[in-house]
Every structure is written in C-alpha cells, then in structure tokens.
C-alpha cells in the first residue's frame, strides 16, 4: 500500500515537499502526475538499491527525487514550480528498474493535489 501525502497551494516560483509512504517491499519508486484532460505523465523514479535516478526533462534541475528506505519512504522535492506543474502527483512501485511508463508499474497510491497559482 503506499501513501502520497505533501500537496497543496503554493506560488510560482514557491517549494513542496511530497512523500510517499509504503508498507511492504517495494522495488523503484517513481512519481506521476496528471493534469485535468490530460494523460498521466511521467515526473520521476528511483531505484531501491544505489538510488540511481531518471527524470522527465520537463522536471530536470527544479525537482528531486530520494527516499529513505529505512522508513519506506519516499520523497519529491519540488522547487522553481510553475503553473504548468499543476496535477495529481501519483506514487507508485514497479519490479522495472527506473521505468518511465505507467504501464509498468504495478502499484498505485492515492494522488495528492499540488495547485501553483501564478
């Protein structure tokens, strides 16, 4: 089961801070995000062992993907952001190492909102 917590309402330009708690083994973790009309799309993964990392190259250089895998969690760092970064910020766990696609990842926490007003 994992858990997406951190959204909210912040300026452009402004920080969050979103976590993922999982329970239970859990392989790369990565972060999507959807937009009202529009596909779910790729943010960010993380691989469980080395913490290697992959990013969309819309997020390369604001946002920063860790996790703590003494507490099962982890972590998106969101800086610079922009009204364009307005979604649902899913979490989710795949056996694939650092896959981007959806498709491959098997399980799904509940979104949490981040809005950026302009």
């Known amino acids: 089961q994992l858990q997406a917590s951190g959204g909210g309402l912040v300026q452009a330009g402004g920080s969050l801070r979103l976590s993922c708690a999982a329970s239970?083994?859990?392989?790369?973790m990565g972060w999507f995000r959807q937009a009202p009309g529009e596909e779910r799309e790729f943010v960010a993964a993380i691989t469980l062992t080395n913490s290697r990392t992959n990013y969309a190259d819309s997020v390369k250089g604001r946002f920063t993907i860790s996790r703590d895998n003494a507490k099962n969690t982890t972590y998106l760092q969101l800086n610079s952001l922009k009204p364009e970064d307005t979604a649902v910020y899913y979490c989710?766990?795949?056996?694939?190492?650092?896959?981007?696609?959806?498709?491959?990842?098997?399980?799904w926490g509940h979104g949490t909102q981040v809005t950026v007003s302009s």
């Open positions: 989710a766990a795949t056996p694939f190492e650092l896959a981007s696609t959806a498709s491959y990842y098997s399980f």
């Open positions: 239970g083994r859990t392989f790369t």
